[in-house]
């Protein structure tokens, strides 16, 4: 990178960085309150049934 | 002509677009589309990084160091798009009290912000060898700046309001008002001296910059709004269901019985 390793591979590595994270950080979120929300759905269920 | 309801009767268009905005529907449909836009995205991304870092000639004055360009000017150009995106959505929400609109614009603002954070660190690392200082308080740098506090009020008031509708609407006041620091980013080189070059391919008359920078420069640009999308449907997706979490059709898509 010409003398300029320093300063461009940073910032490449930042903006790699920070663009995953906001795909994967709502994804992973979303996966979760799938979960969260099935249990509770599932829980109210059974107690209809007993 | 009124229909038995005293309704209206509504052109298939309208129905459309009525569709468009129920939730239910706007989940699904984003969930549907999302693997595809995220593989264009990476597409994308391969061959601007690619054309950018490998392709591209090196810059007679500023070397190599000029590459920074196809992330710092992409994640700026995002910075404000996603803003505008922000106000208008939130406007909307404001005036129709649609929550789709609401959900679009609570779901943008990270993302936004995360894209003027970017502008402002690679901006930094590029300043630091072409202008000696990682930082001055010009007109260009202070209200990227400004936008990016814009983007973390707006987050700060969404988290500090529990009823949603609440917050929506503060939310959306505030980023209406914010608008007018987006004219003053893009004219600040313009306005004001300052060290931060002015615009070379967004005016009106021929970029100036070569064609075999600028072709790198615009499929980054596309990368980065490919991006927004995938982030957007991501979020907005997780915003919908997470409000709508009562409703009977989140229940009957969970668990069906």
């Not at chain 1, 930042?14 to 759905?41: D, F, G, K, N, Y």
């Not at chain 2, 072409?130 to 202070?142: E, F, K, P, V």
């Not at chain 2, 008002?177 to 060290?195: A, K, M, R």
Request: hydrophobic letters at 50%; glycine letters at 6%; a positive charge.
């Amino acid at each position: 990178m010409g003398g300029y390793a320093l300063f461009v591979w940073p910032a490449y590595g930042a903006t790699v960085l920070v663009l995953s994270l906001a795909v994967v950080l709502p994804l992973r979120r979303h996966r979760q309150l799938t979960r969260e929300l099935e249990m509770i759905a599932m829980q109210r269920n059974r107690s209809q049934i007993t | 002509m009124t229909d038995p309801t005293g309704k209206r009767p509504r052109s298939i268009w309208t129905r459309r677009f009525h569709q468009l905005g129920s939730p239910p529907f706007f989940y699904n449909l984003v969930g549907k589309i999302l693997p595809w836009v995220g593989t264009l995205c990476a597409l994308c991304f391969a061959v601007g990084l690619y054309s950018g870092l490998i392709l591209a000639p090196t810059d007679y004055q500023q070397g190599e160091s000029y590459r920074i360009i196809y992330i710092h000017v992409p994640a700026a150009w995002m910075s404000m798009f996603v803003y505008l995106i922000l106000a208008i959505s939130g406007g909307i929400g404001l005036i129709w009290r649609m929550k789709l609109a609401q959900a679009i614009a609570r779901a943008s603002a990270p993302i936004g912000a995360a894209y003027t954070f970017l502008a402002l660190l690679t901006g930094s690392l590029w300043g630091k060898p072409m202008w000696g200082t990682w930082w001055i308080w010009d007109a260009r740098l202070t209200s990227e700046l400004v936008l990016l506090f814009l983007y973390l009020g707006y987050m700060a008031l969404q988290s500090a309001i529990d009823d949603r509708r609440t917050a929506a609407r503060a939310g959306a006041v505030l980023a209406l008002v914010g608008v007018v620091n987006l004219p003053i980013i893009h004219f600040s080189v313009e306005w004001w001296s300052t060290l931060h070059q002015g615009p070379t391919v967004t005016k009106f008359d021929k970029p100036s910059i070569a064609t075999s920078m600028l072709i790198p420069l615009l499929l980054m640009a596309i990368a980065f709004q490919l991006h927004y999308l995938v982030a957007l449907f991501a979020r907005v997706r997780t915003e919908i269901l997470d409000s709508e979490r009562r409703s009977a059709w989140v229940t009957k898509m969970l668990v069906p019985s």
